[in-house]
């Protein structure tokens, strides 16, 4: 029988596309349009790893799975050690988010809740709506209603209300876990990859060896087969080091994120009263000199120009589309749908409409899970794990406990008997 060598084709357009764009950008100076190969790369290692949040999560107690989490954290391990290097060269200010313990907690239990319903995570649906899933297309009709309910529409009251509640480190900054032990974030880092690839070492040498099929096309098998989740959680930490560098070069200050990506890839499409950002914010211009307000005309209120009567209202401010938030989301659909065609695998399957539509509100749940939370599994567990702000490890264990409580009632029906319960838990 013949071989299918379509594989060669779109390996190599995709690779040419890639290279073409990262080129243009660093002759124009455009460095958003790399965020579109980003996009492209992410998308692709996570539909070879079939690497999803929600399934990650859901899979400990389904099958007794770790694998996916595993690949998971090999991820954040590698992006903390990525950004230990390039914030010690000075590339990068490191800018972990701030301890908002309400949104994490609320945004957690939606967010996990949600995740499970729709059929995964805003990654995980993005690249498997790339490789033909129905249910995650509908969920990706519906996170960004659940997003912009919670950002402009009925919840931003509640939002507003919660991210007042702020804890912060005693220097007045973002609770990490660098501010909590004392020690330097390089330190951190390097502690954890260290007992992290001990542990892998332990394991390994209490596993008996397999003995591998060697390929005569590894390059082949590499595009055409399916990666481990360790190996793709290896190939994203490492892509999550440019990806930064990438998005600090267009004035975006944090890695990996795609919630609002997903949100403003809608508005761009739908709203017109928008502000374009795509590079960095030009510095204020300096102040006019002149003779400063003295403390008691400041405090008067003659001081203040009443408005004149029938004065029109403002205009309301413009909604911000981060063209590199846009671009990975939008690039992250074809990556997933070539690593799909390369494995055979990217085809439109027919689904229970019952699923179909329960993905949908489940979507709804995730978007505004995410959008209390400022971020999904990409940007607060990826990322803001890799960060060490203690914020984002409070909504990832509120996250894991919600998926597995649904996981437990809608998928198992809520049957799980004792063996299954500490195998899963001293495995």
């Not at 992410?42 to 389904?62: N, P, R, Y």
């Not at 319903?117 to 709506?129: E, M, N, R, V, Y």
């Amino acid at each position: 029988m013949t071989e299918p060598t379509h594989w060669r084709r779109d390996a190599t357009l995709s690779l040419l596309l890639l290279a073409l764009l990262t080129g243009t950008a660093w002759w124009t100076g455009a460095w958003v349009l790399t965020a579109a190969p980003v996009g492209f790369l992410f998308g692709f290692l996570l539909q070879k790893g079939d690497l999803c949040g929600a399934s990650a999560f859901s899979e400990i107690i389904l099958a007794r799975d770790w694998r996916k989490t595993f690949g998971l954290w090999v991820a954040i391990v590698v992006s903390m050690v990525g950004f230990a290097v390039i914030a010690q060269l000075g590339w990068v200010r490191l800018a972990p988010k701030p301890l908002l313990w309400m949104n994490a907690i609320v945004g957690g239990v939606l967010f996990g809740t949600g995740t499970v319903l729709a059929g995964g995570c805003i990654s995980g649906c993005l690249f498997k709506a790339g490789a033909g899933n129905l249910n995650s297309m509908a969920a990706l009709t519906g996170i960004p209603l659940g997003i912009a309910m919670v950002e402009f529409g009925v919840l931003s009251g509640a939002l507003q209300s919660m991210s007042a509640r702020v804890v912060k480190s005693g220097a007045g900054g973002p609770v990490t876990l660098s501010s909590v032990t004392g020690l330097p974030y390089w330190v951190l880092a390097g502690g954890i990859a260290g007992i992290t690839a001990a542990g892998v070492l332990l394991r390994r040498s209490r596993t008996p060896a397999r003995i591998g099929t060697a390929q005569s096309h590894p390059f082949r098998g590499l595009m055409t087969g399916p990666w481990k989740p360790w190996q793709a959680g290896l190939a994203i930490g490492l892509l999550a080091v440019p990806a930064y560098l990438s998005s600090a070069a267009t004035g975006r200050n944090y890695p990996l994120g795609i919630t609002h990506g997903v949100l403003q890839a809608y508005q761009a499409v739908t709203e017109s009263h928008v502000r374009h950002v795509w590079k960095p914010a030009p510095p204020p211009p300096p102040a006019a000199p002149g003779p400063a307000p003295s403390a008691a005309t400041a405090a008067s209120p003659s001081a203040v120009a009443a408005k004149p009567a029938g004065s029109p209202v403002p205009a309301p401010r413009p909604k911000p589309i981060n063209w590199w938030l846009v671009s990975v989301v939008v690039g992250m659909v074809p990556g997933a749908w070539v690593a799909a065609r390369l494995s055979g695998v990217a085809r439109l399957a027919k689904r229970d409409p019952v699923e179909t539509v329960t993905a949908f509100f489940g979507g709804i749940l995730v978007g505004a899970g995410a959008a209390f939370a400022t971020g999904c599994v990409v940007g607060n567990i990826l990322s803001g794990w890799a960060l060490m702000s203690v914020g984002m490890f409070v909504f990832g264990g509120v996250t894991i406990l919600a998926n597995w409580v649904t996981t437990y009632v809608y998928l198992m029906g809520g049957r799980f008997d004792r063996a299954t319960l500490k195998a899963v838990l001293f495995r």
